[in-house]
């Protein structure tokens, strides 16, 4: 609710996915979503950008703080429990990514006049490990999920919190756990408020199915890749359905 010029003291530069505007925008012509972010690096430490931290409101630097790192503790946790249903080691995931890249982004949806004619974030599915996010106290249903070939809302229960699974685990697991393909829808009325986390591997990890969970019956269906390179391509291209998984699924030409 700051005024705008406060705001665009931590505008969002062209390229890059940290500040306040929006993400993603490749064209003019470019039908952009109905929604404001503000994003920002949280870990490791160098990811940050201490210019893009606002002043104001006066508490919002170490709530961010305080929040992120409870959040950081939950994704470690789910990912030890996740390694478990699948038959590994608890630690696996935390000793493969290494220093854990964090990331936070605030979602606002203002009330929309034709929300039947836009989206207030495109379909996509996140390039992370895992997602967490949190939908604002009495928001109307804004997120849906791709499920069956239909979109199904995912109504904001208090005090929860939505966990997605991201591109990484869907890669490192071989498919056995899938990426979930997303969207966010406006509102005619009602204004929409999401925070939303992204916990990934270090930049510098080299990521592919884990051979534990390739066999003959289960062949490998993705190569491996930097993930330094795979973030990169996904934030310079406009998100599309899950189409920056392409990027490391096998071709069936090469999967000899």
Same mark, same amino acid.
Request: charged share 25%; proline share 7%.
């Given at each position: 609710?700051?005024?705008?010029?406060?705001?665009?003291?931590?505008?969002? +530069?062209?390229?890059?996915?940290?500040?306040?505007?929006?993400?993603?925008?490749?064209?003019?012509?470019?039908?952009?979503?109905?929604?404001?972010?503000?994003?920002?690096?949280?870990?490791?430490?160098?990811?940050?950008?201490?210019?893009?931290?606002?002043?104001?409101?006066?508490?919002?630097?170490?709530?961010?703080?305080?929040?992120?790192?409870?959040?950081?503790?939950?994704?470690?946790?789910?990912?030890?429990?996740?390694?478990?249903?699948?038959?590994?080691?608890?630690?696996?995931?935390?000793?493969?990514?290494?220093?854990?890249?964090?990331?936070?982004?605030?979602?606002?949806?203002?009330?929309?006049?034709?929300?039947?004619?836009?989206?207030?974030?495109?379909?996509?599915?996140?390039?992370?490990?895992?997602?967490?996010?949190?939908?604002?106290?009495?928001?109307?249903?804004?997120?849906?999920?791709?499920?069956?070939?239909?979109?199904?809302?995912?109504?904001?229960?208090?005090?929860?919190?939505?966990?997605?699974?991201?591109?990484?685990?869907?890669?490192?697991?071989?498919?056995?756990?899938?990426?979930?393909?997303?969207? +966010?829808?406006?509102?005619?009325?009602?204004?929409?408020?999401?925070?939303?986390?992204?916990? +990934?591997?270090?930049?510098?990890?080299?990521?592919?199915?884990?051979?534990?969970?390739?066999?003959?019956?289960?062949?490998?269906?993705?190569?491996?890749?930097?993930?330094?390179?795979?973030?990169?391509?996904?934030?310079?291209?406009?998100?599309?359905?899950?189409?920056?998984?392409?990027?490391?699924?096998?071709?069936?030409?090469?999967?000899?």
């Amino acid at each position: 609710m700051l005024p705008v010029e406060e705001k665009q003291r931590y505008a969002m +530069a062209p390229g890059t996915v940290q500040g306040y505007g929006q993400a993603f925008v490749f064209s003019e012509d470019q039908k952009l979503d109905w929604c404001n972010m503000f994003a920002l690096g949280l870990e490791p430490r160098y990811i940050r950008n201490p210019k893009l931290w606002p002043r104001r409101p006066a508490h919002f630097s170490e709530t961010v703080e305080t929040y992120s790192t409870e959040i950081r503790k939950l994704c470690a946790n789910l990912l030890k429990y996740i390694a478990m249903s699948l038959g590994l080691k608890g630690n696996v995931f935390q000793e493969m990514f290494g220093s854990a890249v964090q990331a936070v982004r605030m979602n606002y949806y203002p009330p929309c006049p034709r929300p039947d004619l836009v989206l207030g974030l495109s379909p996509h599915s996140d390039g992370s490990a895992i997602t967490v996010l949190q939908q604002g106290k009495g928001n109307s249903v804004g997120l849906q999920i791709f499920k069956d070939d239909k979109w199904v809302p995912v109504l904001p229960l208090p005090n929860a919190l939505v966990i997605n699974i991201g591109d990484t685990l869907e890669v490192l697991t071989n498919g056995k756990y899938k990426s979930v393909e997303h969207r +966010a829808v406006t509102h005619e009325d009602k204004d929409r408020l999401s925070i939303v986390t992204f916990y +990934a591997p270090s930049y510098e990890v080299e990521l592919g199915p884990m051979a534990e969970l390739v066999d003959e019956n289960n062949p490998c269906k993705y190569k491996r890749y930097n993930h330094g390179e795979y973030n990169k391509h996904y934030i310079t291209n406009k998100l599309e359905g899950k189409k920056t998984l392409e990027f490391a699924k096998i071709r069936p030409e090469n999967s000899n």
